[in-house]
């Protein structure tokens, strides 16, 4: 236990008086290289005493995020002396076991992990985060998509610690090589480059399926994607629609229109995305319409496919250190679309450059409850969290789901140092991630309330077209009926107040 | 004296109400709500989420599907949980160590044995289709709706089969001796006497054996949920499945109820003339 300084209790107070403040004590028997200089780095939080006092928080299963939220947990229990009770639940359950003492006004849990895009049913009972954090060393570092991610409106109610999006990953040992690059001219007259837009995608992929070209002894494939029906598809759905949807000149909403809260989603901008997700099967490995997230990782990252796209996991898998395929990949930005549907004038416009529409799916963040009685410890518990030395362990291990989010992760070098990628590698990787915060085409999550309904419906109807069972556009306005319904059913006028929100993001308003 | 027995009875009676009456009685109130995720708490809004569920085809189709694959998966696993139990009634060579080895998948976990059925059926790295790759097949097992409802069929059968051995096992084992004695003297052969003799003596366990499983079965979830997601398309979706998304994913608690009291009066009705028509077949042409 670390040696207590009985001199601060008040958590604004303390952070302005220790801010920038640089440890002299060592605390690398808490797994850090060392201590860094921040708001609330391990120096600072070791001089709060919160002896006698109780945290409870409610977190994702380990290890993702899990095992971060335990570790900092213990951690901070010993620098502070508080009590802290961590709760492990399944992503299936996590929402409701969070919902449900809300609704019913148990304080149940001090701190809550959880997905981000469930702003929209959460934000009434999320405390906002008190200005001495908001202008702390780690959230000043934070970039502006984060930011937008954590706030409802004006207020910032999600304390961020991580920073998810969806990008490509493809094969530079075989996007590279020249006699690949032949090979692909000869056969269909066009250049072997990273994919600009998703029929570019479908069509490299398709090529490269079901031969062994990486010269293992075992067929590989040309994509491997999340397809399982609940097993966060849509997200993977959305990333493919977003540049054929969402047109950069034409603002008011991309899932619904704000004006009149009619659904978007059968629009022709939609459907075609959902056309090339079906066509895009042709490329996927034996099983691949069934995959999971796990799936698509292990398919990407374990070599067996030459593209993917979807979260970092895939990414970091494949440059694991004992991975086969270490050094043999790269990121880009998400494929985009020549052709983009403009539902102010219902037709479709044409891009040379393709429109990029960057998704910024929902990943991982934080909240303290408005019931909560620790307040104070429970901001501080999460300061401390994504405190600078944290934020760059967790960084390193790619089971914690910590991906970057503030622009000082968005630094090659940083990667090259610690976790020895090649330059190229570190270099798409930053450049992708970095890029998309830079967009102005950006799509969020539909953080309204009820956002689950919509997704599970959404994903519901696109499996149905994925399985044959139902044709593209049938199957999407299928879904529009649904979503309809469910706008009866929650409110029109308080689903239009929350979707506001997005669109001010999307449009950027903010 | 004669009254003070009621009092005993009293703490079973509190404990029968606490676990199965109030949440009967709780659902059924919360199925006239509309607790969703952003309506918290009991409002009244009459029969609106019965309604809504007469119309709900996606819930009709689960059920319907539910159906063919409860009924199908107990047929077969009465058919080998029978077969194993004959072979292991008479004296035979490790008849011990059978029994034990049959009983296995029976306790496992199910979700874990879904896990590793899953991997089973991995379409490039699982065993199945490297076996079957063997003879130049290879079989989309979690990617085709057929195959998909197939391969939750065989896990489902090869879980449960030893339910049903051990029951029919144990209903083998208590039959008298003496019918066997009078066919034998009569000269019946074995394929006679199993159908005059050991077939309608095993008829009432049979029929208990069947309902508990149809019961069990109907409810299949863990399964369907850990192997498919109740997909490709909605191809595995089964009524349980449905409810927890509508539940626990879609958070619409009030609709939920109602989906899950619907489905138990149909299974209650529904059993009940299955029980009645086994009954008919089985019992009563033989009394």
């Given amino acids: 236990m670390m040696k207590r300084f009985q001199l601060l209790s008040v958590s604004a107070l303390a952070l302005g008086m220790v801010g920038g403040a640089v440890a002299a004590q060592d605390y690398t028997s808490f797994g850090i290289d060392r201590d860094l200089p921040g708001t609330c780095n391990y120096a600072a939080i070791d001089a709060k005493d919160y002896s006698g006092r109780t945290l409870n928080i409610i977190t994702h299963a380990i290890p993702v995020i899990g095992e971060p939220t335990a570790l900092h947990a213990q951690q901070f229990g010993a620098l502070t002396g508080a009590t802290v009770n961590v709760v492990h639940v399944p992503f299936g359950d996590l929402f409701q076991r969070i919902l449900i003492p809300l609704q019913s006004g148990k304080n149940a849990y001090d701190v809550m992990f959880y997905g981000s895009l469930w702003i929209g049913d959460l934000n009434r009972f999320l405390a906002p985060v008190p200005a001495a954090y908001q202008s702390s060393t780690g959230m000043m570092d934070v970039t502006k998509n984060y930011l937008d991610v954590a706030r409802w409106g004006d207020t910032m109610i999600q304390y961020p610690i991580d920073g998810d999006r969806n990008y490509l990953k493809y094969r530079t040992d075989i996007f590279d090589n020249p006699e690949m690059q032949a090979k692909y001219k000869a056969d269909t007259g066009n250049d072997l480059r990273v994919p600009e837009t998703w029929e570019e995608y479908n069509a490299i992929a398709t090529y490269f399926s079901g031969f062994d070209w990486d010269g293992d002894g075992n067929p590989n494939f040309g994509s491997a994607e999340v397809t399982k029906r609940d097993d966060l598809m849509f997200s993977a759905f959305i990333a493919r629609v977003a540049p054929y949807a969402k047109h950069p000149e034409v603002g008011g909403g991309f899932f619904f229109d704000l004006a009149t809260m009619e659904p978007l989603v059968n629009t022709p901008g939609w459907v075609r995305g959902l056309e090339l997700f079906i066509a895009a099967q042709k490329a996927f490995p034996p099983g691949g319409t069934s995959f999971g997230l796990g799936d698509e990782i292990f398919s990407f990252g374990g070599g067996q496919t030459l593209m993917s796209y979807t979260w970092d996991d895939a990414f970091i898998q494949a440059m694991q250190s004992d991975s086969p395929i270490r050094n043999k990949v790269a990121a880009a930005p998400l494929p985009g679309a020549n052709e983009v549907w403009n539902r102010a004038t219902g037709q479709w416009d044409h891009f040379d450059v393709p429109n990029r529409a960057p998704y910024i799916t929902w990943g991982w963040t934080s909240a303290v409850s408005t019931l909560s009685e620790n307040q104070d410890m429970a901001f501080d518990y999460l300061c401390f969290f994504s405190n600078e030395a944290n934020t760059l362990h967790d960084l390193q291990i790619g089971r914690f789901g910590v991906n970057p989010y503030r622009t000082g992760h968005f630094d090659a070098a940083f990667w090259e140092s610690q976790l020895g990628w090649e330059p190229r590698t570190a270099e798409t990787y930053v450049a992708t991630l970095s890029g998309m915060d830079d967009s102005r085409n950006r799509v969020f999550d539909l953080r309204v309330p009820g956002v689950s309904q919509f997704m599970s419906s959404m994903a519901a109807g696109v499996a149905a077209a994925m399985a044959g069972q139902k044709d593209p556009q049938t199957a999407l306005d299928d879904v529009a009926a649904e979503w309809r319904d469910i706008v009866d059913r929650i409110g029109k006028d308080q689903l239009r107040e929350a979707y506001a929100q997005v669109v001010a993001l999307e449009d950027n308003q903010q | ?287």
């Fill in chain 2, 1 to 287: 004296m004669y009254k003070s027995k009621y009092f005993f009875l009293l703490p079973g009676l509190m404990v029968l109400l606490a676990i199965i009456i109030f949440p009967l009685l709780f659902t059924i109130r919360v199925s006239f709500s509309s607790w969703d995720v952003f309506q918290p708490g009991l409002d009244y809004i009459g029969g609106k989420n019965y309604g809504r569920v007469a119309h709900d085809a996606r819930f009709w189709q689960s059920l319907l599907r539910l159906s063919v694959l409860s009924v199908s998966s107990v047929i077969l696993q009465y058919t080998l949980g029978f077969a194993l139990a004959l072979a292991v009634w008479r004296e035979m060579r490790f008849r011990r160590v059978l029994r034990v080895l049959f009983l296995v998948p029976m306790m496992t976990t199910p979700v874990v044995m879904s896990v590793i059925w899953r991997t089973i059926f991995h379409e490039s790295l699982g065993p199945a289709n490297d076996l079957l790759g063997m003879v130049g097949l290879a079989v989309p097992w979690l990617s085709n709706n057929v195959a998909a409802f197939i391969a939750v069929l065989i896990v489902e059968v090869w879980q449960w089969t030893p339910f049903m051995f051990l029951l029919l096992l144990a209903g083998l084992v208590s039959l008298p001796k003496e019918p066997y004695l009078a066919a034998a003297i009569d000269g019946a052969g074995p394929i006679r006497t199993f159908w005059q003799v050991t077939f309608p003596l095993m008829a009432p366990i049979s029929i208990g054996a069947l309902i508990i499983r149809l019961i069990e079965a109907s409810k299949i979830m863990d399964t369907v949920y850990v192997m498919t997601s109740g997909g490709p398309g909605t191809a595995t979706e089964t009524s349980s499945y449905y409810i927890y998304i509508r539940g626990l994913r879609d958070f619409q608690i009030g609709y939920s109820a109602a989906l899950s009291l619907t489905y138990l009066v149909i299974m209650i009705v529904s059993l009940t003339i299955i029980a009645k028509v086994l009954i008919r077949l089985l019992v009563a042409r033989d009394a």
